[in-house]
């Protein structure tokens, strides 16, 4: 222990040096240059407070720094937030893979439950697929850290994470922004506000934006790599006919085509491609560690995958003197699919290839090493009541809430693999036309070294029919003008039932669907104590229990084990915290302290065989972090604003049991367990991460004022998969990017701000996520967008 406190030593000695900071608002004297550090209001507790006051670790965006730092979807602002990853997983620009304090939920599977919960306006967004989506009319987002649970509907181990969006305004208001960029990027998003009349006042709002690909198709005259066109329009009503009741009604809507997160070639196992055959040694001829300008692509630059969202919420809140009655109504309709995901594909180069199901793909034709399609859909629609007051002379402040989540999922997901013959039916004999490898006798093993063979997996089709129902409430006590105590308990019951069609099991043991039925119940609390010294200085101690329900594999191999659930896994957490305002408010530091307890870990482990990849989720076993976070906020001189933001954690695997044998690795044996907590990685977390962003603003001009900004976002080396990663990880990235805007030009009865921005400057070509197929021979990664460029005009009154 004495060893990973000296780590977490050294990493606040390195922290000191690089403060980090959520983004807040300054105040700003007659010539609006920043003076001093302005309150910021959250509704972390669903209560509005101060930021400084509130005893979690919260960082807040605000309108003006997501607009600075150009966030267009939720994920945009994990490079700013301590111990945050979000990223995208390939085949599908819709799709998010979440990491908060090395809680990490990466498996698109709609049969999978995130660790960070994602709210749009107090709605729960239940999987990471479809997550990824356009923010229209977005006013403040709020990173929650830590366990939540007893002050929300649905329990998350990790963290939440929160979108506010504007409500409608009681006058009227236009705003207009154009966006153009390299890449025939191009953006409009188009706000109205209608005023209020009578008791009524609504938003309209439209958001329309388009990017051409970025990667030269080798084989056709296109471009390829995240082509991009999508539409969002948003409808917000507001009823309000009295000072006590509150109405509002929104729907929102997303329609997005792509091409997908493009991903290459990045190793060909040496061994795999001698029994490969020529398809494997084209694949290693041109497959490379780093991101390549240029690929050999069959199909087109027209959008392959799409995704269609549409959301209807109803919140209607009555308020009497000590009080609030909230309920919050909600369903979402998500559809997706593509057409066609392709891992690396390559001509025959005048060799017959076998398609695996006794016919020939003629030579010169295009094979792909892995290709998938897919047809996704996601239903689901949510209750919460709350009730929110106080008593004993506002000594004690209380929130109660009831939940009911249900959903319907759906996926049709094919996968076909290029395998050596070797590992799959083996060569095909001229004269007899029959498989070798596929001969009882084995007469002629040697026939399937050298032959390739296109193993098609038809059938992978799986959903799900489920519902949760929840109880929860927070009470906190004022002892005094400087402690209170907060208690909070969650009850949570989980249901679910599950099916399976894989031809594998069709074929292997002659089932045609195979299904799941369980739950989970669980009961988590929560103790907090905050001690305020001062006006200026407030600490907190936290304890915690965070609750992730099983479920049932999709990916299973054989009927057993995807009718067998993966168990609930459980964290418990201790966190110390400090929120100071220091330097007559000119300074900003917010820090916390944390170490938790992760038992019963949920991970999914690949499986490679001539049916193709599947996985085991197991409860691998046991870890436990010690970690950091730093937020603060600078004003050293009149305009000028620094923030940074550094995050610490070190994770110490105990138990990491795993059965499956793995031929690359050497690790398990197939039959019993084995703990291999010595070599495991945890998944997309790195061990630091950090931020800094550097903001001046210059005194006005007749005609309007400049404020420039750069900011640079860095995080340490970042495993893709527990095991298979020789090859396939992310080392150390740092991204720069800037904007310089010109503000407040007074044109009409509006005001004028043109802004020129550029994203990785630096032109850094790093890597975003990976796959290593292990047995199967290949390595692939998609990579972060090339640098980017653009100009915004925007217009309001």
Known sequence: MNKRYNKLKHSLTLASCCLAAA????????????????????????????????????????????????VGEPGDVALYTPNLEIRKPPGSSDNYGYSMRGMSSTDPSLLTEPTVGLYADGVYIARISGASFDTVNLERIEVLRGPQGTLYGRNAIGGAINLITRKPGEEFGFRQKLSAGNYDYLRSETSLDTGKHGDFAATVSYTHWSREGWLDNSEADNKLGETQKSEAARFALRWQPNDTLTADYVFDYSDRDSNGAIVQLVHIRPFQAGLGGPIYAQAAAVASPRRQDSLPMPFSDSAANWSTIKGHALTVEWASDSFTLKSITAHRDWDSGTTENEYGSFPSDGVNVLDGRGGVIPAGDFVPLFIASRDSRQDQFTQEFQMLGTALSDRLQYTLGLYYFEEETYEDNPQSFVLPAIFAYGGLDQGTQSFLCQDPTFANPLACFGKDTLLGTPVFVYGSDNDSVAAYSQLTYAVNEQVDVTVGLRYTRDNKTSFLRNSNIQRNEGIEEVIGDDSWSNVTPAVTVRYAPSDTLNTYFTLSRGFRSGGFNARAASSSAFATPFDEENVTSYELGVKSDLWQQKLRLNAALFHYVYEDKQVTQFEAGSGGASSIIANAGKTEA????????????????????????????????????????????????????????????????????????????????????????????????????????????????????????????????????????????????????????????????????????????
Request: aromatic share 10%; no cysteine.
């Open 23 to 70: 983004p807040s608002l300054a105040q700003q004297d007659a010539t609006a240059r920043t003076q001093m550090l302005e309150e910021v209001v959250v509704t972390a507790q669903k209560r509005q407070e101060s930021l400084q006051e509130t005893p979690i670790a919260v960082s807040a965006f605000d309108i003006g720094a997501l607009q600075q730092i150009g």
């Open 626 to 797: 010690l970690g950091v976070e730093i937020e603060a906020t600078l004003i050293p001189v009149t305009g000028l604003l620094l923030k940074a933001s550094y995050g610490f954690i070190d994770n110490d695997i105990k138990e990491f049991e795993t059965t499956p044998s793995n031929p690359v690795t050497g690790v398990g044996s197939g039959t019993e367990n084995v703990d291999i907590s010595d070599i495991a990685e945890t998944i997309h977390t790195p061990r630091h991460n950090a931020s800094l962003i550097a903001e001046y603003t210059f005194e006005p001009f007749s005609f309007g004022q400049l404020v420039v900004q750069a900011n640079a976002s860095y995080n340490s080396e970042r495993y893709f998969h527990p095991i298979n990663n020789l090859y396939d990880s992310a080392g150390k990235q740092t991204l720069i990017n800037a904007r310089a805007s010109l503000t407040n030009i007074e044109v009409g009865a509006g005001s004028l701000r043109v802004s020129a921005w550029g994203k990785n400057l630096a032109d850094k070509g790093y890597r975003e996520w990976g796959i290593d197929f292990g047995a199967l021979g290949f390595a692939t990664d998609s990579f972060i967008l090339p640098r980017m460029y653009g100009l915004d005009v925007v217009y309001e009154f």
